[in-house]
């Protein structure tokens, strides 16, 4: 309880003291092109494969796109996919989402939610089949994708933390981003050095890190929750750089 308290503290003080302002480490974001595949374990055990598509062209304009497919015992236990699309602007050294979609695609059926960003109105848009509300939005709100950049800058100075809002179609949860070292990690795809960030959010149970290399992708490597004795790890397996063209 103790711990829990301390952490919400913290995230909350150092958002008030930076006045929810945005200060963002300085990242050369270079035009890019990638398709990446993880694999999903629950306890060791795969349970989906995901494959994230990101494109970041010369005007700093980005895109990115992952989709989650149920494989082994979970695709047994239903073939429920998942969408979701992040796109927004990385000018002037600032992450800024225009637009998250979140789509649970079950069969012929689809269930989408999309959160709309309307940063000179300070207003976040969720819309969806049964819903429309706004609320306030703190100036440096990401999405559920885009934090993920957020997450690459930081690593990218190697050390600090940042306090940011991560939206999602149900809450938007305060978060503290701690860069707290580097890390040799055993992938699918070989031995990689990367750096190591922790996410703290309101549950002081929770453990969160992602790591990112330093020149391989601006996306993480390997992800890692941990909450009540059960874990789920997203691990890379392949990555193909779409920017160049393909051999002949």
Known sequence: MLRRLLITVTVAAWLALSGCSETPPSVPWQPVQTESTYRLLFNDALVAEVLFQLSI??????????????????????????????????????????????????????????????????????VSADERRQVHLPADTQDRLS??????????????????????SDATEETLMRVIGRDQLQLPLGSVEAVAVRRFGADADEERELWFADTLTPLPLRMVRRWDGKAVEMQLVTIVDRSQPAPE
């Not at 050294?93 to 979609?101: E, L, N, Q, Y």
């Not at 990218?156 to 306090?163: K, L, M, N, V």
């Open 147 to 168: 934090y993920l950049l957020a997450a690459r800058a930081l690593a990218w100075r190697g050390e600090g933390e940042r306090a940011l809002h991560v939206a999602a």
């Open 57 to 126: 062209n010369g005007d700093g304009d980005y895109r990115i796109e992952a989709f989650t497919a149920p494989t082994g015992q979970m695709r047994e236990a239903g073939d429920q996919q998942i969408l979701e699309v992040s796109s927004g602007s990385l000018a002037d050294g600032r992450i800024r989402p225009t637009r998250f979609d979140h789509s649970v695609i079950d069969g012929n059926r689809v269930e989408a939610v999309n959160l709309l960003f309307d940063w000179p109105a300070k207003t976040l848009h969720l």
